[in-house]
């Protein structure tokens, strides 16, 4: 069985810090580890994706994360937090080689940015 | 940038009706699912589609649900008999062949409110 564990459900940052959402997976085998962001009524928008290409995966508007699986973590990070960074971050898992990619999520970190 | 369309955005039923949610996909893609999130709670992974058969379902998918693709653009959603905990924004995904390695692309949702 998979699952996701999110780390703090509301996480508030000023402008220009450091942005750092957590996420802990546990898996029985090899995952497949994704962050997605929700903006207010909208669908979810993929940030990145870890395939086991490389440990470090870098995403979409500044965003990285790196897989630590001595950790079990996929921590979602941004060097500088902008005002439009303002939404839900979800973390999510699938299994490698299975029959089925459907994802499990995590509960969500709602990201507030302050000027 | 192709998108995942879906309708309508917000649906109010009362409880025992039955009620379609749809959703366009993204026009070469092969795989198809449907998520729902009740309100503060995570996103949960409802059913995927493959090859106009289900590929998995969830517990969550019972006998009140159903999905079909009656024609080569639409991907429909039907709860026969709604209940009050079928309130939830429900959201439709599309990706190409490929399993995992592929992401999902996710509408932005329906907003399904039963009374």
């Known amino acids: 069985a998979q699952s996701v564990t999110q780390l703090g459900s509301h996480v508030s940052v000023s402008e220009g810090a450091l942005v750092l959402l957590r996420c802990n997976y546990s898996s029985s085998v090899p995952p497949y580890l994704f962050w997605y962001v929700q903006y207010p009524n909208q669908g979810l928008q993929l940030l990145l994706k870890y395939t086991s290409a490389a440990t470090l995966v870098k995403g979409i508007n500044g965003f990285e994360a790196e897989f630590k699986k001595s950790e079990t973590s996929f921590h979602l990070t941004k060097p500088s937090a902008h005002m439009s960074d303002a939404a839900e971050y979800f973390c999510?898992?699938?299994?490698?080689?299975?029959?089925?990619?459907?994802?499990?999520f995590g509960t969500g970190t709602r990201l507030q940015v302050f000027p | 940038e192709p998108e995942v369309t879906q309708t309508p955005s917000h649906q109010v039923t009362q409880m025992g009706q039955e009620v379609i949610l749809r959703c366009v996909p993204i026009?070469?893609?092969?795989?198809f699912y449907w998520y729902r999130q009740i309100l503060g709670q995570k996103v949960e992974f409802l059913v995927s589609?493959?090859?106009?058969?289900?590929?998995?379902k969830s517990e969550i998918f019972d006998d009140q649900f159903s999905v079909e693709r009656p024609d080569g653009s639409n991907f429909t959603l039907k709860i026969r008999s709604t209940k009050l905990e079928d309130s939830a924004m429900y959201f439709c995904?599309?990706?190409?062949?490929?399993?995992?390695?592929?992401?999902?692309?996710f509408g932005d949702g329906t907003r399904l409110s039963i009374l």
């Open positions: 589609f493959y090859n106009n058969e289900i590929s998995e």
């Open positions: 026009s070469n893609h092969l795989y």
């Open positions: 995904a599309s990706s190409e062949p490929g399993g995992p390695l592929q992401p999902q692309h």
């Open positions: 999510a898992v699938s299994a490698q080689g299975a029959s089925t990619d459907k994802l499990i």
